[in-house]
């Protein structure tokens, strides 16, 4: 029985958007909700072409309404919001132009930096005048290789508001990453830093410039950054190419463009998917979409008001760097911090929380995990008073996680899991103020959003395992993938599965309660004997061992069935002797099942894992099976992936 942590006071119910909104759809459709989110996610559903345009009206969108809201078709990705509706997103990015703050940045040297709304809108401004005077014109690619600065964000904005489609990779990626996405999609002008910091270290760049611009034809037009506080990095240059610096921004003169109009299905971004199985996918959004569900889940779902601090831990590579930024619409500030997240302090994060008065802090279950393996005490000796809600995201965060939260954390805060992707580049199923949160599970679906888990027949179940679908279309479903011919890979990715149903490729239960319990990725779940089995069953026990640091567990293809492998990398100090092994499995015997006791356990030094650091459970057991890894360059460090070549124990 899952243990109930948190309820929002009647207080706290009373006052937040989620009933502004009950009363505002109640008094316009006649309808009586009662405080009742099940009843409020119902109706959504029924009534997708309201409930949509009453997030449009409720959140003041800016842009101009046309007659139809959905425009229907047999096909689930046909089915269009909207169609008529026309609106520009950065200038709903652009909600204020004041002297208050719109944008906070610290690296983690400590060098700190402001934008007013006002600078933010002058900024943005300039960079309208850059691009037009440059050619970039509407439907053009602009591609970031940028740090999670101020800049990158005005960029964005003054893409957008041309109606060019904007591609950002973080600087992490290595040169071959960044040309197997961007070759994909023929930008005509990139926007590079020099450097960015890393845990102390500083990594030039700019140095990999001359290798990107020549394997990338369709770029010619370079605008160098310097990373913030510091002078910029001599570079090799390519005559082929005309160069551009901040300071030949900053001397723009101001001119007040009006902000053209587009279609609300209008190319937005480029996002790209993690790559561990293939090419990466080019996944186009939609601008109308993804404001939308932006707007509802900020507001609605995250209680996201204005002159609200937000600071989510991301890079610019991640889905969470759009949805933090689109913060900007619903009036809030939003706060970058670029580094490492424990630079010289553990709790670093949260003593930023508390300096910048957050009201909301994202960050990874992984994050929250090595802060329960640290036995961080952060609620008596940080103030947190400002903390509304944190929000959790990137793998399922465990029971002990969430217990962690409120131990040690802070007991009086909404702790939202939340889980969805950059297929959306938004959320499936995430949190409310209505309902309690319960140890170990997601609050519910989003508004609007008719999410079911469904058996291998397709048939909905409650509280049996299965597969997270999505049987009615919404407004942020992709426009496309960029270069897909007759949406054959598209229809492949989504709805291969189940015909005409979005299906999500999450291994997840849904309670009787609405809530979800999500299992790991499908492609990554374990069949002993047959039997589907979820990997973060067995990660939330061994994570509870202060021996180990961390974990993965893959499926190996043994004498015509799976056996699991748990690889396990040890904290200092510690080894893997037989007495540790039994205490693992016995403690994975009990708490989930005989089933899931692994066979073998084998110490590594590393796990591959993505640029995002999520874990790669497919590029493991591929390669302990022999099989090739197609596209290595997706992994943060792929050299680690022979360790697990040939490894002795699993030949016998």
């Known amino acids: 029985m899952a243990k109930k942590l948190w309820a929002a006071s009647n207080n706290r119910k009373i006052n937040s958007n989620l009933n502004n909104y009950e009363k505002y759809i109640s008094k316009k459709f006649n309808q009586k909700f009662n405080k009742n989110y099940n009843k409020i996610l119902n109706w959504s559903i029924k009534n997708p072409s309201k409930f949509w345009e009453s997030i449009w009206d409720y959140s003041r969108v800016k842009g101009i309404k046309g007659k139809i809201k959905l425009k229907k078709s047999k096909t689930f990705y046909k089915n269009h919001f909207f169609s008529d509706y026309k609106l520009n997103f950065a200038q709903n990015l652009l909600s204020k132009n004041d002297n208050s703050k719109a944008i906070t940045f610290v690296s983690e040297n400590g060098y700190k930096e402001k934008r007013s709304w006002k600078e933010l809108n002058i900024n943005s401004n300039k960079i309208i005048t850059f691009l037009k005077s440059n050619k970039i014109k509407s439907g053009d690619r602009v591609a970031a290789y940028l740090p999670n600065i101020i800049e990158t964000v005005e960029y964005f904005i003054g893409t957008a508001a041309i109606g060019a489609i904007w591609s950002s990779c973080s600087p992490d990626f290595g040169v071959k990453g960044v040309i197997e996405r961007f070759t994909q999609i023929n930008p005509k002008i990139l926007i590079i830093t020099d450097r960015y910091y890393y845990n102390g270290k500083e990594i030039n760049v700019i140095e990999r410039l001359p290798e990107i611009v020549n394997k990338i034809k369709s770029i010619k037009r370079v605008v160098v950054l310097s990373y913030p506080g510091k002078n910029l990095t001599k570079f090799k240059k390519n005559k082929s190419i005309k160069y551009f610096y901040s300071k030949d921004i900053k001397n723009i003169k101001k001119i007040n463009h009006t902000f053209k109009k587009f279609s609300f299905n209008h190319p937005l971004a480029i996002l790209y998917s993690s790559g561990t199985t293939g090419k990466p996918k080019c996944i186009c959004h939609r601008s109308g979409g993804v404001l939308l569900q932006h707007l509802k889940e900020h507001q609605l779902h995250c209680e996201i008001k204005p002159g609200n601090n937000i600071f989510y831990f991301t890079t610019c590579g991640w889905m969470m760097w759009n949805w933090l930024v689109s913060s900007l619409a619903s009036k809030a500030s939003i706060f970058l911090f670029d580094g490492f997240p424990m630079y010289k302090k553990n709790d670093l994060l949260f003593r930023l929380a508390s300096r910048e008065k957050i009201n909301l ?82 609050q519910g679906n989003g508004l609007g959003l008719d999410v079911k888990v469904f058996s291998e027949k397709g048939k909905s179940k409650i509280n049996k395992k299965g597969e997270l679908v999505c049987v009615s279309p919404f407004p942020s479903v992709p426009l496309k993938f960029w270069k897909d011919k007759n949406n054959t890979k598209f229809e492949k990715a989504y709805f291969k599965r189940f015909k005409n149903i979005w299906h999500h490729g999450d291994y997840a239960l849904k309670t009787k309660r609405g809530g979800y319990i999500i299992y790991g990725r499908s492609d990554a779940t374990l069949n002993p004997s047959g039997v589907r089995l979820g990997t973060a069953e067995i990660y939330s026990e061994v994570e509870k061992f202060r021996e180990i640091r961390e974990s993965i567990v893959v499926g190996q293809s043994w004498d015509n069935d799976i056996r699991i492998i748990l690889f396990v990398i040890l904290n200092d100090k510690y080894e893997l002797n037989e007495d540790l092994k039994l205490k693992m499995k016995k403690q994975i015997r009990f708490n989930a099942s005989p089933r899931h006791v692994p066979s073998k356990i084998i110490q590594v030094s590393d796990i591959p894992r993505t640029k995002n650091n999520k874990i790669v459970e497919l590029a493991v057991k591929n390669i302990i099976e022999g099989n090739q890894i197609k596209n290595k360059e997706a992994l943060a460090n792929p050299k680690i992936l022979d360790e697990f070549k040939n490894i002795k124990e699993l030949k016998y």
């Open 361 to 442: 802090l994202g960050v990874s279950a992984k994050y929250i995990d090595s802060l329960k393996k640290l036995n961080l005490k952060i609620k008596n000796k940080i103030n947190l008073k400002n903390l509304k809600v944190i929000c959790s995201t990137g793998s399922p965060l465990s029971k002990d996680g969430f217990e962690y939260v409120y131990n040690n954390v802070k007991k009086n805060v909404h702790l939202a899991s939340i889980s969805g992707g950059t297929d959306i580049v938004s959320c499936f199923v995430l949190g409310n103020v209505y309902q309690p949160v319960y140890s170990g599970e997601i």
